[in-house]
T-cell receptor
């Protein structure tokens, strides 16, 4: 049973527009959420995170929104750039555990 | 140095072979991890070492044997693998073990078992 779900396997966005990547989770014990970005032939790299006590966290062009009641988070990238083309993984962890649970990833393609 | 280095990048082995995957980091991180990722699936945790001691074993078959010789190195010894073990094996490290820590990942070893 997948506790972290990314229902869109791929997303295509024009350069300069907003990219919105979505993630849903089922475990109400999750209290920390992260987004990782992965280029081909490289390992995932940390992008941005949010604690369950917040509903928004912003870092430059990247903003993560958390809706705890809907068990939903989203990553907004604006403006999107061709270098943002990668696979984006959502991940979550529960308090006092040492495990990150990953989603299946969304492949973002930003075209000129 | 914020790198986690994994060798080899690619490995093809037969079901009777013995091989090892290696992982190294020099960030002073005290927690190191092995993940397995099959195609179009999320990375799944296999093992976690904290301060060179095995902290988590996610019920991984004994044909996978982890080893942490020192705080910078993590090995995964492979023996009598099955074709279904073919996957990308990712090593990661974090400053310490805990739910709030960010992981630094290596680029992985793509393993094919024939």
């Amino acid at each position: 049973d997948q506790q972290v779900k990314q229902n869109s396997p791929s997303l295509s966005v024009q350069e300069g527009r907003i990219s919105i990547l979505n993630c849903d989770y089922t475990n109400s014990m999750f209290d920390y959420f992260l987004w990782y970005k992965k280029y081909p032939a490289e390992g995932p790299t940390f992008l941005i995170s949010i604690s369950s006590i917040k509903d928004k966290n912003e870092d430059g062009r990247f903003t993560v929104f958390l809706n705890k009641s809907a068990k939903h988070l989203s990553l907004h990238i604006v403006p999107s750039q061709p270098g943002d083309s990668a696979v984006y993984f959502c991940a979550a962890s529960a308090i006092n555990t040492d495990k990150l649970i990953f989603g299946t990833g969304t492949r973002l393609q930003v075209f000129p | 140095d914020t790198e986690v280095t994994q060798t080899p990048k690619h490995l093809v082995m037969g079901m009777t072979n013995k091989k090892s995957l290696k992982c190294e980091q020099h960030m002073g991180h005290r927690a190191m991890y092995w993940y397995k990722q099959k195609a179009k699936k999320p990375p799944e945790l296999m093992f976690v070492y904290s301060y060179e001691k095995l902290s988590i074993n996610e019920s991984v078959p004994s044909r996978f044997s982890p080893e942490c010789p020192n705080s910078s190195l993590l090995n995964l010894h492979l023996h009598a693998l099955q074709p279904e073990d073919s996957a990308l094996y990712l090593c990661a490290s974090s400053q310490v073990l805990g739910s709030q820590e960010k992981l630094f990942f290596g680029s992985g070893t793509q393993l094919s078992v024939l």
